[in-house]
């Protein structure tokens, strides 16, 4: 069957858009194997480490979220209930998956530095592996603050079990933070794209790690991760029968999402680990 004429069996058609359509973003990505070494990164970018058995190769296919942990005060997103009455509406997949993980929902850490901190510690590294380390990062800068990273520096912080790049890559967006060189408090109110084009400036940022940030941090609702090899591959499953789906076909699919791309995002992702993640 020619690819491009293949449309998804079980998905309704788009719905009109509603008023609020178009602003992008949120939820968390797949354990990878455990145990996998790290590799190098290209060009000092990330990439998307995919959930199990991913059968694609994509951009960013190397990177993982961390273990979900308590975060104190964690909030719904405020747009999380609309998000997913619209979505039981219009989809019939969303229509049977959402009421199954009951309360669950996406939530933020708040801490810009910490959240992209932890998405460059996953990167290429399996889930078990990432926690370890970051356990250990928090335990030599307890305060989790720029300034502590540097003064760490980059022997210590490899020394908590990072690669020496990974390392390196730390200390640039500690230092980044602390010369003020972000702006951190503009990124509320920056759409999705000028947020993305600011952090991938950062060393060991590429799209798929600011999209994270988007997503867990920022709670951006229309964020869709297309480097993201367990989100490509949810959508094989649960709209495709498991054949492999091309970038357009999910891209076609989540128009049916819109405005709560990163709502569906967070659903596809808990078909295949139903256990969340945060950053």
């Not at 719904?76 to 309360?103: Q, S, V």
Request: net charge positive; with cysteine.
């Amino acid at each position: 069957m020619n690819a491009a004429a293949r449309k998804p069996a079980t998905a309704t058609p788009p719905a009109t858009p509603p008023a609020t359509r178009g602003r992008p973003k949120a939820a968390g990505p797949r354990p990878g194997k455990a145990g996998a070494s790290e590799a190098p990164l290209p060009d000092g970018k990330d990439t998307a480490r995919g959930t199990r058995n991913a059968k694609a190769v994509l951009p960013e296919a190397d990177a993982v979220p961390l273990p979900v942990e308590t975060v104190i005060d964690a909030v719904r997103p405020a747009y999380w209930d609309e998000a997913c009455a619209d979505l039981m509406k219009r989809d019939r997949i969303l229509r049977k998956m959402i009421p199954t993980y009951g309360p669950a929902h996406l939530v933020s850490r708040g801490d810009p530095f910490v959240t992209l901190a932890r998405a460059v510690v996953g990167q290429q590294i399996s889930v078990k592996a990432a926690q370890s380390v970051w356990e250990r990062l928090h335990a030599a800068c307890p305060r989790l603050a720029p300034a502590q990273f540097l003064r760490a520096g980059p022997e210590k912080l490899a020394g908590c079990g990072l690669s020496k790049r990974k390392a390196e890559y730390l200390i640039d967006l500690a230092d980044h933070f602390k010369a003020g060189t972000v702006h951190v408090a503009e990124w509320a109110q920056m759409d999705d794209e000028a947020v993305i084009a600011e952090l991938t400036q950062i060393r060991g940022i590429g799209r798929w790690t600011a999209e994270m940030f988007l997503m867990f941090n920022l709670m951006r609702p229309n964020v869709l991760p297309l480097d993201d090899v367990g989100l490509i591959n949810a959508i094989s499953a649960n709209y495709f029968s498991g054949e492999p789906v091309t970038r357009s076909e999910a891209r076609e699919v989540a128009a049916n999402w819109e405005p709560w791309r990163t709502v569906a995002t967070w659903y596809m992702w808990r078909s295949l680990d139903p256990l969340p993640v945060t950053y």
